[in-house]
T-cell receptor, first 115, second 113 residues
Framework: AQSVTQLDSQVPVFEEAPVELRCNYS??????LFWYVQYPNQGLQLLLK??????LVKGINGFEAEFNKSQTSFHLRKPSVHISDTAEYFC?????????????FGPGTRLSVLP | DAGVTQSPTHLIKTRGQQVTLRCSPK?????VSWYQQALGQGPQFIFQ???????QRGNFPDRFSGHQFPNYSSELNVNALLLGDSALYLC????????????FGPGTRLTVL
């Protein structure tokens, strides 16, 4: 079974500083990868996704992620964060070759942007 | 274009009771998945419905059941509630298998006392 690891449960960072949120997955087969953001008391919003093609994926709100197959990683980055980026970030994986296979989420990383 | 909607927003129940949560998928979507998100954790897959049938199920007991209607909306039912069932229940919709993207609703916060 697939699993997703987000090593950092909390990441504090000052406003306008760069940030990287780490995600590693266990599957060695082809995968789809996603980053979702969850603001307090809200559902999940898709930031970006990797399905195929270029390993550098750009998403909304200035976020980007790089797929590294050899390291089974999909780290999320932003060059300059804002206070409004404070939220919970979830990495997720799905298996495109497994009919009906659903998303497996990581435990989440809480990003706190400090003034 | 309405996104995924869920009702109710919040719900308080006592142990042993039964609860029904509702979800309407994004326009054009035919598949609904349900997730349980306990406090401080990532969402856990409960089950997925497609063409009014349960297509896949996660590691949840039979107390959790569901239904999908012809208009693709869905219900999640939980019987004999336990304190540990307290969580945010998220509904996600997709087209077909949905392995390339799922759209999430705002969730229903269930508190079991």
């Amino acid at each position: 079974a697939q699993s997703v690891t987000q090593l950092d449960s909390q990441v504090p960072v000052f406003e306008e500083a760069p940030v990287e949120l780490r995600c590693n997955y266990s599957s060695s087969v082809s995968v789809y990868l996603f980053w979702y953001v969850q603001y307090p008391n809200q559902g999940l919003q898709l930031l970006l996704k990797y399905l195929s093609g270029s390993t550098l994926v750009k998403g909304i709100n200035g976020f980007e992620a790089e797929f590294n197959k050899s390291q089974t990683s999909f780290h999320l980055r932003k060059p300059s964060v804002h206070i409004s980026d404070t939220a919970e970030y979830f990495c997720a994986v799905s298996d495109p070759d497994n009919y009906g296979q659903n998303f497996v989420f990581g435990p989440g990383t809480r990003l706190s942007v400090l003034p | 274009d309405a996104g995924v909607t869920q009702s109710p927003t919040h719900l308080i129940k006592t142990r042993g009771q039964q609860v029904t949560l509702r979800c309407s998928p994004k326009s054009g979507h035919d598949t609904v998945s349900w997730y349980q998100q306990a406090l401080g954790q990532g969402p856990q897959f409960i089950f997925q419905y497609y063409e009014e049938e349960e297509r896949q199920r996660g590691n949840f007991p039979d107390r959790f059941s569901g239904h999908q209607f012809p208009n693709y909306s869905s219900e999640l039912n939980v019987n004999a509630l336990l304190l540990g069932d307290s969580a945010l229940y998220l509904c996600a919709s997709s087209l077909g298998e949905g392995t390339d993207e799922q759209f999430f609703g705002p969730g229903t916060r269930l508190t079991v006392l």
